[in-house]
């Protein structure tokens, strides 16, 4: 399997559940991110990891936790969230941060939070 | 942060039709890339441009740094060219940031 790989594709959830996104990626990269999108928004910048570094939050709420065991895998975990916390959830690597080096994104999770 | 701007945010087509999609970008930046998203959500590469011309099939881009916009052509549109393409740059000091995007809607 190549490129960057995101489970599960689709995820319901109450607002008392805990859940993991998983995001996996077999390109060497040293980079890994999360993005939010919203319906009908642009692409949000959640969390930055160089070299299982976290280097960026961007002011996201505690109610999503990341972590990064190694540079090729990717977690992001879910307690308590709210209805308005439903989006795409997509997961990119990149050679490392500040380029140079192409980006590439998993096919993202479609997350609903009844 | 770097500011990336996208024209036209909207842009319909009839199948056949060539059309140009524009970003603007406020520094100087070492990464370009183009995206396109599909009706699934998922992004596709279409280029990596920091700088230069370059094409594949019926699409091309170049991006002219030193005056800091990149521009992506679609010729002969088809109605599997729909959905948003995505403009996004990153710089020494800046994450991979997204324009808002250029929804495409191409008619038969």
């Known amino acids: 399997e190549t490129g960057v790989t995101q489970t599960p594709r689709h995820l319901v959830m109450g607002m008392t559940n805990k859940k993991s996104l998983k995001c996996e990626q077999h390109?060497?990269?040293?980079?890994m991110y999360w993005y939010k999108q919203s319906a009908k928004k642009p692409l949000e910048l959640m969390f930055v990891?160089?070299?299982?570094?976290?280097?960026e939050n961007n002011s996201v709420p505690s109610r999503f936790s990341p972590e990064c065991p190694n540079s090729s895998h990717l977690f992001l975990h879910l307690h308590t969230l709210q209805p308005e916390d439903s989006a795409l959830y997509l997961c990119?690597?990149?050679?490392?941060?500040?380029?140079?080096?192409?980006?590439?994104f998993g096919q993202g999770t479609r997350l609903t939070v009844v | 942060g770097i500011q990336v701007e996208q024209s036209p945010p909207d842009l319909i087509l009839q199948e056949g039709a060539n059309s140009t999609l524009r970003c603007n970008f406020s520094?100087?930046?070492?990464?370009l890339q183009w995206f396109h998203q599909n009706p699934w959500g998922q992004l596709i590469n279409l280029f990596y441009?920091?700088?230069g011309t370059k094409q594949n099939g019926r699409l091309s881009a170049t991006t002219v740094a030193t005056e800091r916009y990149s521009l992506l052509y679609i010729s002969s549109s088809q109605t599997t060219d729909s959905g948003v393409y995505f403009c996004?740059?990153?710089?020494?000091?800046?994450?991979?940031?997204f324009g808002k995007g250029t929804m495409l809607l191409v008619s038969p």
């Open positions: 990119a690597s990149s050679p490392k941060t500040g380029g140079p080096g192409e980006a590439f």
């Open positions: 390109l060497g990269h040293n980079a």
């Open positions: 990891y160089n070299f299982k570094e976290q280097t």
């Open positions: 520094d100087s930046v070492n990464n």
């Open positions: 441009i920091p700088s």
């Open positions: 996004a740059v990153e710089s020494g000091y800046s994450t991979l940031t």
